[in-house]
């Protein structure tokens, strides 16, 4: 409890001091972990492979392998334990048209003096028929956000990592971000993605994560969301305020993948800690929207990672103008118990 009360008198102390200059049209609200997280999507627990607590809403859960024993050879003397596979809380999101609008944060804008690109959607091109395609251009905030050991729970794993609340990671200063041949650096493969043929294949990944487990081995696929590529904040088809948040929030996924960044967390290689994983694991991940709206029902609170967000969009996207999205990302944590 001393670590939550440390992190949220910090929290306070920052909006109080930007209280002044903050502006007005950023729009955002703090997570609140009893009434904002959906507890439920911890499960499926699986012991030893065998599941003993289900979840309503995750069909997209791969049962581990049945094991009663698993051993840890980075660790000596060499202890035998027990496998753990669990869904943890571990990192929160906005997703925003304006610079620096800290939307977890309470709606802060962060008033750093520094310029950045401003978010926008704009007609790309006019048709006879109406207005064309849209284009869209977010910027995100990733935090560190350990809930499990703020609330002190699973905290005596030995694979958890214990990390503090923390601003890892915005886009304003990455100029790659805003800058689609730039991302190009770290993402040549997507010349060979960014065609027609290779987007057809997303239409299977959108299939299979809305009935239960994205294809991993689409990489450069979002499902229902689309191609992954470019990994920038630019959004060419830009369909509703949900959907492209949804996008660009999975494309931060990857990318911080493949700027190693984050890790692999489930497998056997996950049991003992974290290992190098450049190529990301869709199904390491789910998603659940925290603001400006939450979705309580139980069979749609949280998303596999390129599922359609049309249930989260019904009378639920009611925030197209002002673009201030606010997430919760579930990773899949498996853990030799010791």
């Known amino acids: 409890m001393g670590k939550i009360i440390k992190v949220m008198t910090f929290i306070l102390l920052q909006v109080l001091s930007a209280q002044a200059v903050a502006d007005a049209k950023c729009h955002g609200r703090f997570i609140n972990p009893i009434t904002h997280v959906d507890w439920k999507a911890l499960f499926p627990l699986h012991i030893a492979g065998v599941k003993v607590a289900s979840s309503s809403n995750d069909k997209a859960t791969s049962a581990p392998k049945r094991e009663a024993i698993c051993k ?12 753990v596979a669990f869904w943890q809380p571990f990192r929160a ?10 939307v977890n944060l309470g709606g802060m804008q962060m008033p750093l003096g520094i310029t950045a690109p401003n978010g926008d959607i704009a007609n790309n091109t006019a048709t006879d028929l109406g207005r064309g395609h849209q284009n869209a251009f977010y910027h995100v905030h990733w935090y560190v956000y350990p809930l499990l050991l703020w609330m002190n729970l699973l905290t005596d794993l030995a694979c958890m990592e214990h990390e503090d609340f923390d601003i890892a990671y915005m886009t304003e200063f990455d100029p790659m971000w805003s800058d689609d041949e730039l991302s190009l650096w770290i993402s040549p493969e997507s010349l060979l993605f960014g065609n027609p043929v290779a987007q057809l294949a997303c239409v299977a990944d959108c299939a299979a994560s809305s009935a239960a487990t994205p294809i991993d081995s689409l990489f450069w696929c979002a499902g229902c969301q689309g191609g992954v590529y470019p990994l920038s904040g630019t959004i060419s088809g830009h369909q509703s305020a949900m959907d492209s948040t949804t996008l660009e929030l999975e494309r ?22 974290k290992y190098p994983m450049p190529w990301w694991k869709k199904s390491q991940y789910k998603i659940q929207p925290v603001y400006p709206s939450i979705n309580k029902n139980k069979f749609t609170s949280t998303n596999a990672i390129g599922k359609t967000v049309i249930p989260w969009s019904i009378a639920k996207d009611v925030n197209p103008i002002d673009g201030d999205f606010g997430y919760l990302v579930w990773r899949r944590k498996e853990c030799c118990v010791l």
């Not at 906005?94 to 800290?102: E, G, H, I, L, S």
């Not at 931060?252 to 800690?273: N, Q």
């Open 72 to 83: 840890c050879n980075d660790r000596y003397p060499f202890v035998y334990g027990v496998p």
């Open 93 to 102: 999101v906005d997703v925003t048209r304006k610079p620096y609008c800290m």
């Open 252 to 273: 931060m996924l990857f990318k911080l993948h493949r700027e190693g960044l984050l890790h692999g967390s489930m497998g056997v290689r996950g049991m003992c800690g």
